[in-house]
T-cell receptor
Framework: ETGVTQTPRHLVMGMTNKKSLKCEQHLGHNAMYWYKQSAKKPLELMFVYNFKEQTENNSVPSRFSPECPNSSHLFLHLHTLQPEDSALYLC?????????????FGQGTRLTVV | KNQVEQSPQSLIILEGKNCTLQ??????????LRWYKQDTGRGPVSLTI?????NTKSNGRYTATLDADTKQSSLHITASQLSDSASYICVVSGQAGTALIFGKGTTLSVSS
């Protein structure tokens, strides 16, 4: 276990549904990240939060909406997704963005959009 | 453009054999390079980290090398085990505060 917990582990949703992914860490880290991993593609950075403030939005469609209420929790709200959004969504945390941060990853949420 | 290229894309070896995975990068400025192991359906876990001044670093049966001049790194796995079957991802960190750059990974299958 890396100390980063993601729920749910698996999610199947229709294109008209609204769902949320949750990420939680109690490592004392101040930076949290959402990544998308599609089949046979490298991890794609989606969002970065540093000290609860969003510092990066990697041109992610508005149907993905992140929320970081505190340094320990990160959410990804999903609505009106497309089948091509099906992927493994990984949350990670690090001490902060500066220096040589090692990212600790959660086990991911396998999302299927039908 | 900052990129990380890994080879081979996939590799199959017999248990007990050695193998070497390659990573070439064009990231500049360079801060550090990490190798992650990702088991199927799970998040990546860090194996090693190498900075500009380091040439070799070992972690058990895993040995990473770095040539900062040619911008190449390798991960050597000795006496492979079935549990080594996973994706191995090379991740490069550039200027402090910028996003990590991930390679596509090498999928290693160890068979008995």
């Amino acid at each position: 276990e890396t100390g980063v917990t993601q729920t749910p582990r698996h999610l199947v949703m229709g294109m008209t549904n609204k769902k949320s992914l949750k990420c939680e860490q109690h490592l004392g880290h101040n930076a949290m990240y959402w990544y998308k991993q599609s089949a046979k593609k490298p991890l794609e950075l989606m969002f970065v939060y540093n000290f609860k403030e969003q510092t990066e939005n990697n041109s992610v469609p508005s149907r993905f909406s992140p929320e970081c209420p505190n340094s320990s929790h990160l959410f990804l709200h999903l609505h009106t997704l497309q089948p091509e959004d099906s992927a493994l969504y990984l949350c990670a945390s690090s001490q902060d963005q500066a220096g040589q941060p090692e990212a600790f990853f959660g086990q991911g949420t396998r999302l299927t959009v039908v | 453009k900052n990129q990380v290229e890994q080879s081979p894309q996939s590799l199959i070896i017999l248990e007990g054999k050695n193998c070497t995975l390659q990573c070439n990068y064009t990231v500049s400025p360079f801060s550090n390079l990490r190798w992650y192991k990702q088991d199927t359906g799970r998040g990546p876990v860090s194996l090693t980290i190498m900075t500009f001044s380091e040439n070799t670093k070992s972690n058990g049966r895993y040995t990473a090398t770095l040539d900062a001049d040619t911008k190449q790194s390798s991960l050597h796995i000795t006496a492979s085990q079935l549990s080594d079957s996973a994706s191995y991802i090379c991740v490069v960190s550039g200027q402090a505060g910028t996003a990590l750059i991930f390679g596509k990974g090498t999928t290693l299958s160890v068979s008995s």
